[in-house]
């Protein structure tokens, strides 16, 4: 693989690195001077263990640059989150950003650290990918103390095919983020994915959309995700806006959008059974002092892996425009990537 640049996918003019953890995230956890493990190999199935810091990517400088403007920003708001302190909607969208970011490289890291396994050549870097697509953000402060850095979620063939959710762990805060076409929509009364219908040989697949349902449920995925949290879940629909444009000319998605003419909508916050809407100078809050009794009691990778295969099987396809091969090979695919997750969940049953 030729290096190409993490953020846009050119090559490189200078060489810059871009590190998927930021030095300020190594250094808070105590991972500038430690090793890490992001699981193993699949070909040697030898442990995969990277000193940190120079875990890096090469990148073009202005592109390096860019991205530093919110890396800098970022750091704040990890800190307040940490302690509990307040931040605003518009932190939370950066941290956002900022999660599109750390999903995108440690995606095309682990593929590179598997020698690139699939043999595939990646049809986007972080910069087709930040802010594009609904968004979803739990966070759980275990209230315990110590420092930690740790990834899950990142290593399964899964994740490799779509890297749709990770889990991220920062000293006594934990985040589940997961990102993909319209997956909050529906829950938050949005248009929504009612169908696929692939169609060979084209790079698009055509979407059949369902009109705004106008309801907003607090219960966004059916797998049960780390519990207890406080999540934040933002409709993108820039793309579908452009593609179906009647079914966003509606008035509940007009008020429930920060920027409707670019497909931004708002922040959905929820919290102990409830979800509300936030707007981006709104004061918010993580606290969840209730947490503590739950300490120990909850599994970290097994929740990653379910909304995996959640997001994996969430959209229901029409075959119809397939060759008889084409649906043979789909289901194929589909059972191999499922009975890598179901198989992966047994290993890392906790
Ligand atoms: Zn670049």
């Not at 050119?10 to 030095?23: A, G, L, S, Y």
């Not at 990102?179 to 697949?205: H, Q």
């Not at 060759?323 to 059972?335: D, S, Y």
Request: aromatic share 10%; charged share 25%.
């Amino acid at each position: 693989m030729k290096p190409a640049c993490v953020f846009c996918g050119n090559q490189p003019n200078d060489k810059n690195k871009e590190h998927v953890f930021p030095k300020w995230l190594l250094k808070m956890t105590g991972f500038d001077k430690k090793e890490m493990s992001v699981g193993s190999n699949w070909d040697t199935k030898k442990e995969i263990v990277f000193n940190s810091l120079s875990y890096t990517f090469p990148a073009c400088k202005s592109c390096n640059d860019a991205f530093a403007v919110i890396e800098g920003k970022v750091k704040p708001i990890m800190e307040k989150l940490l302690l509990d302190q307040d931040v605003t909607g518009l932190d939370i969208e950066l941290l956002l950003d900022w999660f599109d970011k750390i999903r995108i490289s440690a995606w095309l890291g682990v593929k590179y650290l598997n020698k690139d396994f699939f043999r595939m050549t990646p049809k986007y870097y972080i910069n087709q990918r930040k802010g594009i697509k609904d968004r979803y953000l739990s966070i759980t402060n275990t209230y315990q103390e110590g420092k930690t850095l740790n990834i899950s979620g990142i290593n399964t063939i899964g994740f490799m095919l779509s890297p749709t959710a990770l889990t991220l762990r920062v000293n006594n805060l934990i985040f589940v983020n997961c990102s993909s076409d319209l997956i909050v929509s529906r829950k938050l009364g949005f248009p929504y994915r009612k169908l696929e219908i692939p169609t060979p040989d084209s790079e698009t697949v055509d979407v059949i959309l369902g009109r705004a349902t106008k309801k907003m449920s607090p219960k966004i995925f059916d797998s049960k995700l780390y519990t207890p949290c406080i999540f934040i879940a933002q409709p993108i629909f820039k793309i579908y806006k452009e593609f179906q444009p009647s079914f966003y000319d509606d008035d509940y998605v007009k008020d429930n959008s920060y920027d409707h003419e670019n497909g931004v909508g708002k922040l959905f916050m929820g919290k102990g059974g409830k979800i509300k809407t936030v707007e981006r100078d709104d004061t918010l809050n993580f606290a969840m002092p209730d947490a503590k009794v739950n300490l120990g009691k909850i599994k970290v990778v097994q929740p990653i892996i379910d909304l995996q295969i959640e997001l994996l099987l969430e959209p229901k396809r029409n075959l119809k425009n397939l060759t008889a091969e084409q649906k043979v090979n789909e289901f194929k695919v589909k059972k191999l990537i499922l009975d890598s997750l179901i198989e992966t969940a047994k290993i890392y049953n906790y």
